[in-house]
Nanobody, 127 residues
């Protein structure tokens, strides 16, 4: 079992920045890929970004790749999402996800590929 705990969400004005963190505990040695998804009210889960464990390969949703940056600190078993130039449409609950088998970068954006999920952290961007 792996436990994921997100933090760093909150209320920010449009144009501002936030950094989300996701700390992993448990059998962290077997985690391969980690990702961020979000869900806005009344909408489906949406892929945000993902990063592999070893080489740090990253993938982003097209609409966020110029504003968001995913990174990880394997020594701390933590993945980060730096979000800049936030917009009201970025308002959502942001979820951290992890999977030990996920290797194909093309599948990083597929929600069902991840076995472990955090509880989410709310991000609210005011206009």
């Amino acid at each position: 079992q792996v436990q994921l705990v997100e933090s760093g969400g909150g209320l920010v004005q449009a144009g501002g920045s936030l950094r989300l963190s996701c700390a992993a505990s448990g059998r962290t040695f077997s985690i391969y890929a980690m990702g961020w998804f979000r869900q806005a009210p009344g909408k489906e889960h949406e892929f945000v970004a993902a990063i592999s464990r070893i080489a740090g390969r990253t993938r982003y949703a097209d609409s966020m790749k110029d504003r968001f940056t995913i990174s990880r600190d394997n020594a701390k078993n933590t993945v980060y999402l730096q979000m800049n130039s936030l917009k009201p449409e970025d308002t959502a609950v942001y979820y951290c996800a992890a999977d030990r088998k996920l290797n194909n970068e093309d599948n990083f954006k597929i929600r069902d590929e991840y076995d472990y999920w955090g509880q989410g952290t709310q991000v609210t961007v005011s206009s």
